[in-house]
């Protein structure tokens, strides 16, 4: 294991950057650009295709050395190593955490308990390749004899937010011959709704459940299980032809009914919000195919490449992070924005919430004593340009610092007339205008009334990354949740929580269990919460 760092504030480094907060709280970047006339061409960094554009952060040159130094005094790199070498760093779980072994190339060797995972890994891809062939080809036949044209991914949470968001994402790359719809929440709608249009005897349900025992996916399986059943006449010969399960629990798929021959399988070093290119990726693998997978594969590589063996100054996730902890740390922001300028990324600031806010909402340290410092920012966001015309303006204009992650590719996936240039224009502006405002002196100079100009001042100051790319492809795609994902490592590693691990979500699934009798008995039953809870159940109970 890794050196324990020096306590959090205690560091040098940390010390150093609460003196540089105190000058660039009042400093404006419209100064820190008039000082370096190069400042917007120098603070960038291009690595693995994707192109980092920093120079509208609150931040000199001096800030950038400084979090430099205090990724250097929090063991950043003994860290890095201790993952990549598969040492159990999920300390209250005792795992490992190898999401970078998921794509590895074959020749790689990376070792759980002194074996080598890399072979596993390409077998359960190889796997998962057949399988995938045979329904996009046809010859994989439902019950009745129908090749399967549906494809209902069943699951929760990191078996869900992955495939939704990379299905979204890569839905240019489908095969438009196949339809997919994705069921999570255990609200019936969610299923009735997904099946509403499907014909049984041509769908096929994917149960991803790392555990399969998690309540609302194994509730929605049994609808499914039922839904197919009850149309097909009742043959429980049909569940193995329309089912197949993503799981690492093959005692339970069995008991299910799942043939484990149609189990595809990973392994408890795979966090489920570090699992959408593990098996729970089949969905994505039926969608855009076996290869383009590959290359989403080893966009994912490239970037743990670079994050492994660039210098921390130019290693886009480790800059990232530092910047995010200067904003959230130092100059006190509570959220990020994460806006793409891309249709195709409306669900990436989903699927970022879980992997940030599930990876470091968190509040003791490794070792079990308390953070001394605010940890994960809330991340959220919707797609550009519709954001602009809704919540925007708090971040333009309200009194919340809100530094934001622009997100764009230069080349349009669907080129259409002048429309790509209008989406550029306007991410490029917006991070302009959050930078460099509106003085009262330009609104005067534009003949606005007095009593109008207050209304209408930018302040401006507001910091942004832009993301640049050049085009939304599988392997760019990969990179980005990559980019991401080692973001949220370093942003752990500083503070020095344990990034993945999910003790929060266990308490309110415990009381839900002792809920559900008392809202199923005939008869109600003694209630002993306190009185809002038992009153709430009460009127659920006369609601029924
Ligand atoms: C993610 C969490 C959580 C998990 C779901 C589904 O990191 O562990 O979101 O993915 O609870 O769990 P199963 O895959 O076991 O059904």
Request: contains cysteine; negative net charge.
């Amino acid at each position: 294991m890794p050196v324990e760092p020096a306590p959090l504030t205690t560091r040098p480094a940390w010390l150093a950057l609460e003196s540089q907060a105190q000058i660039l709280r009042t400093t404006h970047l419209r100064q820190l650009f008039a000082e370096d006339p190069q400042r917007g061409e120098r603070m960038t960094l291009e690595a693995v295709g994707l192109f980092l554009d920093y120079s509208k952060n609150r931040v000199t040159d001096e800030t950038l050395k400084l979090l430099v130094e205090l990724a250097e005094q929090s063991q950043l790199r003994a860290r890095i190593d201790a993952m990549f070498r598969g040492d159990k760093i999920n300390v209250t779980e005792k795992r490992a955490v190898l999401h970078v072994a998921l794509r590895a190339p074959r020749s790689a060797r990376i070792s759980v308990d002194g074996e080598n995972v890399v072979p596993e890994v390409h077998a359960v891809l190889d796997k998962m390749t057949v399988f995938a062939e045979k329904i996009r080809s046809g010859n994989w036949l439902g019950h009745t004899g129908k090749p399967i044209r549906n494809v209902v991914n069943i699951g929760i949470g990191g078996s869900d937010l992955g495939p939704v968001m990379a299905y979204e994402a890569l839905k240019f790359y489908s095969d438009r011959r196949l339809t997919f719809r994705f069921v999570s929440n255990v609200d019936g709608t969610d299923f009735a709704e997904a099946v509403i249009d499907l014909d049984p005897q041509e769908t096929l349900f994917i149960v991803s459940s790392k555990t399969f025992t998690t309540l609302e996916t194994i509730t929605n399986a049994q609808s499914a299980r039922a839904w197919l059943l009850a149309r097909l006449g009742g043959d429980e010969q049909a569940v193995a032809r329309h089912f197949v399960a993503v799981s690492t629990n093959a005692t339970e798929v069995a008991k299910f009914g799942i043939d484990t021959a149609n189990m595809f399988g990973f392994w408890d070093w795979v966090g489920g919000r570090y699992s959408m290119d593990s098996a729970i990726g089949l969905s994505t693998m039926l969608a855009i195919g076996p290869e383009q997978f590959r290359d989403l594969l080893a966009g994912f590589h490239e970037l743990d490449e670079h994050f492994r063996t660039a210098p921390f100054a130019r290693n886009l996730p480790v800059l990232l992070a530092l910047l995010s902890i200067w904003n959230n740390n130092f100059l006190g922001a509570e959220t990020v924005a994460v806006l793409p300028y891309d249709q195709y990324l409306k669900r990436f600031p989903a699927y970022l919430q879980q992997l940030t806010m599930e990876s470091n909402g968190k509040r003791v340290q490794v070792d079990g004593t308390p953070v001394p410092v605010a940890t994960s920012p809330i991340y959220w966001g919707e797609p550009g340009t519709n954001g602009q015309h809704s919540f925007y303006q708090l971040i333009h204009q309200g009194t919340r610092l809100i530094p934001c992650d622009f997100l764009a590719f230069t080349e349009s996936l669907n080129p259409l007339g002048r429309h790509h240039d209008l989406l550029l224009s306007n991410v490029f502006a917006q991070a302009e205008a959050l930078a460099f405002g509106k003085t009262a002196e330009e609104v005067q100079a534009e003949g606005t009334p007095d009593w109008l100009v207050p209304h209408r001042v930018f302040a401006g100051n507001r910091p942004s990354n832009t993301i640049l790319a050049r085009r939304l492809t599988p392997a760019v795609l990969g990179r980005l949740v990559a980019l991401y994902e080692h973001m949220v490592f370093v942003q752990g590693a500083i503070w020095n929580i344990d990034s993945f691990d999910q003790w929060g979500v266990e308490l309110g699934k415990v009381l839900a269990q002792r809920i559900i009798p008392e809202l199923e008995a005939p008869r109600e039953p003694p209630l002993a919460h306190d009185s809002s809870t038992n009153n709430l159940i009460r009127r659920a109970r006369e609601g029924k």
